[in-house]
């Protein structure tokens, strides 16, 4: 296997996907359930999952084993069914809408699944594995089928491997071959569970590549991962911990929380909105709480009497500010306010919660005692180069 040719451009002129709502989200996901019962009772694995992935997102979900990542997966694939709650994919609702058979051919023509372990069948060439799911699906002129397949194989750098068998092949060999035959129909979302946990970093580097290069080609890719130095890599990372969701601005705010500290943070944070240009704290006020900002931006701003304000800060979402305070149980040490281009939401976690939260994350009371320093330092040194006297030494 070439290991370093780039996959090519397969889908640029080719069958257009089919799209019931292109403004649509890739995948909803709504107030989702999932209870599996057995005769030691009922466990529920899924609490009520909501989540949205656009098109052309390259997502990775992580969490520890047993968190709900495959049920989670199975969902959108429509492979098992939610206890409550809504999946709609590619603007089809999957629970409500099909049967299991309809839903069977759905999957075959809009999305395709890989596993950790390939599931290849041993029996067949590389290529005939490849071909097969366009038979399922009946897509494609029967003349045209071994082409295509061939083409797939190819951009998985496999053109010379296509008739040898499975096995014949090395294991990272046949994850690319089961790539090629998820990606046999064309569909426009790809789904990998663990695609990567069987195979050396080499291999593993050659599949996100592969993936890379799919989403750059507006293909949207959901891949759930163990492995934490994949998530750097992709465009979105989700957290589920015990049947939970952890807040996007949470996971990306406090990073060295763990992921159930991270859900705790999530639960226990309350959501506030501001318009732009709107004030969030007044310089002298008391602070009392810490804030993330979870979209839109804010400025902190250097102001007072008989002097023009100075904007020392514009904080984008997943930063955060009143630390500073909490830590030095002071006032608010410059005004803040959400900037005029546009509205804001922050999570607002309570002075008691926040200092539990350091004292059980030793780590991250390190990180942000770093960040009160650097803070700081900077408004000292802004403040002395404006010439102006700052009263806040
Ligand atoms: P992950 O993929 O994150 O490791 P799973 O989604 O496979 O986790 O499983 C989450 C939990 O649900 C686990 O405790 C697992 O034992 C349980 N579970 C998964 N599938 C079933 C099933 N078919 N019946 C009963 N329990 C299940
Ligand atoms: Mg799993």
């Known amino acids: 296997m070439n290991m370093d040719s780039t996959p090519r451009n397969l889908f640029s002129n080719k069958q257009v996907t089919h799209t019931p709502d292109s403004s649509a989200s890739m995948i909803d996901i709504r107030k989702v359930i999932k209870i599996f019962k057995n005769a030691a009772g009922e466990f529920t694995v899924l609490k009520g999952i909501d989540l949205s992935i656009e098109r052309g997102q390259f997502v990775s979900i992580v969490g520890k084993s047993g968190s709900g990542k495959s049920t989670l997966l199975n969902m959108i694939t429509g492979i ?8 709609i994919v590619n603007g089809t609702d999957l629970y409500t809408a099909m049967d299991e058979s309809g839903r069977s051919l759905w999957r075959g023509k ?16 590389l290529l005939e594995n490849v071909m097969l799911p366009m038979d399922y699906a009946d897509m494609y002129d029967f003349d045209e089928r071994p082409k295509r397949a061939m083409e797939l194989l190819a951009l998985v750098g496999l053109e010379k491997q296509a008739s040898k068998l499975p096995l014949a092949v090395s294991t990272g060999q046949q994850q690319l071959a ?10 426009p979302l790809l789904v990998a569970d663990e695609p990567t946990g069987n195979l050396d970093s080499r291999s593993t580097d050659y599949i996100i590549q592969l993936f890379e290069k799919l989403v750059a080609e507006g293909k949207t890719v959901v891949m759930v991962t163990h492995d934490p130095s994949l998530t750097a890599r992709t465009t979105r990372n989700i957290i589920i911990s015990d049947g939970e969701l952890v ?6 705010a406090l990073p060295l929380l763990k992921h159930r500290q991270m859900l705790a943070v999530t639960q226990k944070a309350r959501r506030v909105h501001f318009a732009p240009g709107a004030a969030i704290l007044n310089r ?20 007072g009497k008989n002097r023009e304000d100075v904007t020392v800060a514009r904080l984008m979402p997943g930063q955060y500010f009143g630390e500073v305070e909490l830590l030095r149980e002071g006032k608010s040490i410059a005004s803040v306010r959400a900037a005029a281009e546009g509205p804001v939401e922050l999570l607002v976690l309570d002075r008691v919660d926040f200092h539990n939260l350091l004292r059980e994350s030793p780590l991250t009371e390190e990180s942000i005692g770093r960040i009160v320093q650097h803070r700081l330092t900077e408004n000292k ?11 806040f030494s």
């Open 110 to 125: 809009n999305l395709g699944i890989v596993f950790q372990f390939f599931q290849l069948l041993p029996m067949l060439s």
């Open 284 to 303: 002298e006020q008391h602070v009392d709480s810490f804030f993330m900002i979870s979209s839109g931006e804010v400025e902190i701003v250097l102001d």
């Open 178 to 187: 089961a790539i090629a035959r998820a990606l046999a129909t064309n569909p």
């Open 80 to 87: 098992d069914h939610p206890t409550s709650g809504h999946v």
């Open 247 to 252: 807040d996007e601005t949470v996971a990306i």
């Open 381 to 391: 040194s802004i403040a002395r180069h404006s010439k102006r006297i700052w009263p």
